[in-house]
């Protein structure tokens, strides 16, 4: 069986993490004001750098995600190779090698679970944008995770360029 990414699948992706925020809007209002203001503060009320260090912290988030990727992939004895397009990142695992259901499963889900944990040991003027920011860039993580579910205990799993193929 294979599970294969789309474009339409990116644009239900796009549309789940739209939705997410309209309604949690009020809250992700508060975290970007309060990125701006501690920032602005920080940096002699300069909006210019805080853009900057906004836009620096998403794209760290987005690099260091996929490194945690790429890292649990290698510790499960995979080979990766990174790709980075436009607005998102992915991790390849190239070797074709069969991975186990639950590896593959903790593979997909430690850089929301890493960089959760980290968020909250950080002050909450850039942990709540280095929390709310990875969870949007994780729906396509969980999405595939929960699709999993429907796979037997044992099946392999075989990253591919598209997504990945299932042996049962």
């Not at 209002?29 to 002699?44: A, C, Y």
């Not at 210019?48 to 649990?72: D, N, R, Y």
């Amino acid at each position: 069986m294979e599970f294969k990414i789309t474009n339409k699948l990116h644009l239900k992706l796009l549309s789940i993490a739209l939705i997410f925020s309209i309604i949690f809007h009020n809250y992700l209002n508060t975290i970007i004001f309060n990125f701006f203001k501690k920032s602005m503060d920080i940096f002699n009320y300069s909006i210019t750098i805080s853009f900057i260090l906004l836009m620096a912290t998403i794209a760290m988030v987005t690099i260091a995600h996929e490194l945690i990727h790429g890292l649990t992939f290698t510790i499960f004895g995979g080979t990766v190779k990174y790709k980075f397009k436009f607005i998102y990142g992915a991790t390849e695992e190239i070797s074709n090698k069969p991975i186990s259901l639950t590896q593959f499963t903790i593979i997909l889900l430690s850089p929301i679970t890493v960089i959760s944990l980290f968020s909250l040991l950080i002050p909450n003027w850039i942990g709540n944008l280095i929390f709310i920011s990875n969870l949007i860039g994780s729906v396509g993580d969980l999405y595939m995770s929960i699709g999993l579910i429907k796979y037997p205990y044992d099946s392999k799993i075989i990253d591919k360029p598209y997504g990945y193929y299932v042996k049962l």
